[in-house]
């Protein structure tokens, strides 16, 4: 077996040591009275390396290289596809066209949280996407693929954005937006119905269908989203904020607009001109009218009572949406009763 090897070994061709310089001999110190000098020998001898060993060192060198270039590999093959990430000053990244969030989105406790994390950690830990645009005459660079809050949080704390760029076309966009908003903080009814409006009036998708199978989700969903975007401005105006309005509201609402458009037009203006203090629920009561049904179209409203009990009324509805007053025993006296029957026939002609 040593002879195998012997053999095998003499076969690799080392490189020539380097020949270690040796020290001019000193002569020895003559003793008193020596006639004889000497000659010291070198102090340092090459040592000699016999075939067996030199293979062996050999091929561990070989061995640590094959193991330091597995690791670059391996290091390489991590970041293999991925997309370069920089740090963009804000001002050179403009919202996309397709964006989804209305500004009320950044008035909201959830903002006000993210905002802070990012003042903290000076910059935005999880970087935002983007694509590239040709120069334009306000210096936009960059379009935001999503991370709308990131952007306008770093914007507001005057930091730079650190941002992934990447090739996408407009469909390839809006489909990558809509999937990160699902992953992080859901948009509100109206908003994703205003960003399926963009999408089909834009010519992403030729139909509802069409966008709710690239998307994957319910189409009746989309539907009942774009039922809610498609409602006439001064409607969503009402509301304190469009992000109070909620998906089941658009049956009722879609309907009430079709019964009688003028009236939901002129109760949603006055309600917005008075700005009065009321929940969003209370609003959409008073946008679809006192003989609406209810929200879910068979359990009719409350009765209501008008003035004190014994001398008042009360006004009921049934599930078919008729109204019914109903006065107290000699609440309703003669004079009432020609007031009331003048002012029926003035508003009910």
Excluded at 101 to 128: C, M, T, W, Y
Excluded at 152 to 161: G, H, I, K, T
Excluded at 180 to 192: D, G, H, P, Y
Excluded at 241 to 254: K, Y
Aim: aromatic share 4%; proline share 7%; charged share 25%.
């Amino acid at each position: 077996m040593s002879k195998k090897l012997a053999a095998k070994a003499s076969l690799i061709q080392l490189p020539p040591l380097a020949a270690t310089p040796v020290a001019p001999a000193q002569p020895a110190a003559k003793p008193d009275g020596a006639g004889a000098s000497a000659v010291d020998a070198p102090a340092h001898e090459p040592r000699v390396r016999t075939a067996p060993g030199s293979m062996a060192a050999f091929m561990a060198s070989q061995s640590a290289a094959i193991q330091e270039a597995e690791a670059l590999r391996l290091q390489l093959a991590a970041f293999e596809g991925a997309a370069p990430m920089r740090s963009i000053a804000a001002s050179r990244i403009r919202a996309s066209r397709w964006a989804n969030r209305h500004a009320d989105a950044f008035q909201d406790s959830a903002f006000a949280e993210l905002k802070a994390d990012i003042a903290a950690a000076g910059g935005n830990v999880q970087p935002v996407c983007v694509r590239v645009l040709p120069p334009d005459g306000e210096g936009a660079l960059y379009e935001l693929v999503f991370g709308h809050r990131r952007h306008r949080a770093c914007l507001d704390l005057e930091l730079p954005v650190n941002a992934v760029i990447v090739e996408l076309d407009d469909r390839a966009l809006f489909e990558a937006m809509e999937r990160e908003n699902r992953s992080r903080k859901n948009l509100s009814a109206w908003e994703q119905g205003m960003m399926y409006r963009r999408a089909l009036d834009g010519g992403l998708y030729p139909s509802q269908r069409k966008l709710a199978e690239a998307l994957n989700v319910d189409l009746a969903l989309v539907s009942k989203s774009l039922a809610l975007a498609r409602l006439p401005e001064s409607v969503i105006g009402a509301f304190g904020s469009p992000l109070d309005v909620q998906f089941r509201w658009a049956q009722p609402l879609g309907e009430a607009l079709q019964r009688d458009p003028e009236g939901l037009v002129s109760r949603a203006r006055a309600l917005a001109a008075n700005r009065p203090a009321l929940a969003a629920r209370q609003v959409l009561e008073r946008l679809l009218g006192a003989a609406d049904k209810a929200l879910n179209g068979s359990t009719p409203e409350p009765e209501i009572r008008i003035g004190p009990p014994g001398q008042g009324a009360v006004l009921a509805h049934d599930k078919a949406g008729r109204a019914t007053l109903t006065f107290d025993a000699g609440a309703l006296t003669a004079a009432r009763r020609k007031a009331l029957l003048d002012w029926l026939h003035d508003h009910l002609r």
